[in-house]
């Protein structure tokens, strides 16, 4: 079964969407990660295996191959952790959950916590551009994810958590916060040369 979930990497200073596939199949057990990812992103195979174990759910034993799309677009960092491990419970039915319209970022540890994650605001900023509100994020990058006006966070601690939000038996966590921040994007690289001093 074929499981999509959305995230976000950092381009320069700017977010974009990425989409994460999951794709669990018959045959001998394997977990492969492709679409550009670097040493941190292949290193979640670890972590995600790890993290679902530890948070009470199975990891499949069949072959599993994750596609971070667009592939021409260079994946860095470990907030990919948490969208592959819920495109693995979602691929392998084990939670069901709509989110089309939900990003999702963190790093897991081992124990299936979720660890501060670097880049959270160009990432929320962008999917709010996007028109993606519902952002689910580590509850210690809650306070700088809900700058962005506009935007739903769902502050979440563990894996289990989620796991348990999904399957409805929590009610959806949220976080208020009084301040707010028109993100403006970053100026185009592109220089004019006229105003280069000869």
């Known amino acids: 079964m074929l499981a999509k979930v959305l995230s976000c990497a950092v381009v320069g200073l700017e977010g974009a969407i990425v989409q ?8 001998l ?13 292949q290193e979640a195979r670890e972590r995600v295996r790890a993290a679902i174990r530890n948070s009470g759910c199975t990891f499949p034993m069949k072959r599993i191959v994750v596609n971070l799309a667009p592939a021409d677009l260079k994946k860095a960092g470990p907030a990919y952790d948490l969208p592959i491990a ?7 039915e084990q939670v069901y959950a709509d989110v089309s319209q939900t990003i999702i970022l ?10 501060h994650t670097s880049g959270i605001l160009p990432m929320v900023a962008v999917a ?6 519902d952002i689910i994020v580590p509850d210690t ?5 809900s700058l962005v006006e506009g935007t739903k966070i769902i502050p979440i601690t563990s894996l289990s ?6 399957r409805g038996e929590i009610p959806p966590p949220e976080y208020k916060s009084d301040e707010v921040l028109e993100y403006t994007p970053p100026p185009s690289s592109t220089t004019d040369l006229a105003y280069i001093k000869r």
């Open 106 to 115: 963190g790093e897991l540890s081992l124990d299936g916590s979720l660890r």
């Open 20 to 27: 994460v596939e999951a794709d669990i199949s018959p045959g």
């Open 128 to 133: 709010h551009q996007e028109g993606l509100s």
């Open 86 to 92: 819920v495109g693995i419970l979602l691929s392998s």
């Open 161 to 166: 958590q989620l796991v348990s939000y999904f």
């Open 141 to 145: 990058d809650a306070k700088e994810a």
């Open 29 to 41: 057990p394997s977990f492969t990660i492709v679409g550009l990812p670097d040493t941190a992103v």
